[in-house]
């Protein structure tokens, strides 16, 4: 990659996502466990816990259900919902350890799995977004080294793009070609940076090397005529 700051991010992003992966497996095996060990019972929606929230307000549903014995337990749901998802009366299966009536929830799969849904989700959208920028990182030094041994250099006019988004702006150069031979025109993009190149791009050719067999998707646009970001 051609900046540091894009290979801290990337780094950050593979730790960031290993270590939700792993949360995610490691409560995942916990929770199997707890379904191993624990009973279902009938319970009941006794009352509604509302909360202040940024949409306005959320709604714990507190449940009431007897365990083993037949004593009375209480708890408060951990997922709360805006509007409220249980009425005040409402029939529930509760699930907990017997012995244990702090391990008690909803017998429901988002208030057993919803943690370890997103830890897991997140770890893998981190992974993936990572592993995606290295696996182009690597595509495009490959492409580097080969296309000036086996490819096509042609100069073409470059013009600078911008791409904008809340956190960040960034460029890239595009240049444009026709091909004589099948009469298509195919459109050229270099890596992204965080200047505009605008003036560098003026009076100058663009060396594009390409894969004569498949232009379209084997190329790289030679930048190395811009300054290199710190």
Known sequence: ??????????????????????????????????????????????DLDSRSSKNGRTYYPVITYRGAGGREQ??????????????????VRVRYEAGKPSTAVIAAFWEIWGIVSIAAGLGLIFLA???????????????????????RMIELPGRAEKVQSKSKTEFYVRSEWHNPEDGKI?????EKFYFDPTPFLVNRLV????????????????????????
């Not at 195919?186 to 270099?190: A, G, I, K, N």
């Not at 060396?207 to 710190?230: C, G, H, M, S």
């Open 129 to 151: 977004i990572g592993i995606s920028t290295i696996v182009a990182a690597m595509r495009l030094n490959r492409l580097r080294e080969e296309l000036p041994r086996t490819g």
């Open 74 to 91: 209480t708890f408060v749901s951990s997922v709360g919902s805006s509007p409220a998802s249980y009425e005040i009366g409402e029939s």
């Open 207 to 230: 060396q594009v090397w390409i894969d004569p067999l498949n232009p379209k998707k084997r190329y790289y646009v030679d930048t190395a005529f811009l300054p290199v970001e710190a």
């Open 1 to 46: 990659m051609k900046k540091r700051s894009e290979r801290n991010t990337t780094i950050v992003l593979l730790l960031v996502g290993t270590l939700a992966l792993v949360g995610g497996i490691y409560l995942f095996v916990g929770k199997l466990e707890f379904l191993k060990n624990s009973v279902v019972v009938d319970g009941v929606v006794s």
């Open 186 to 190: 195919y459109l050229f993009d270099s």
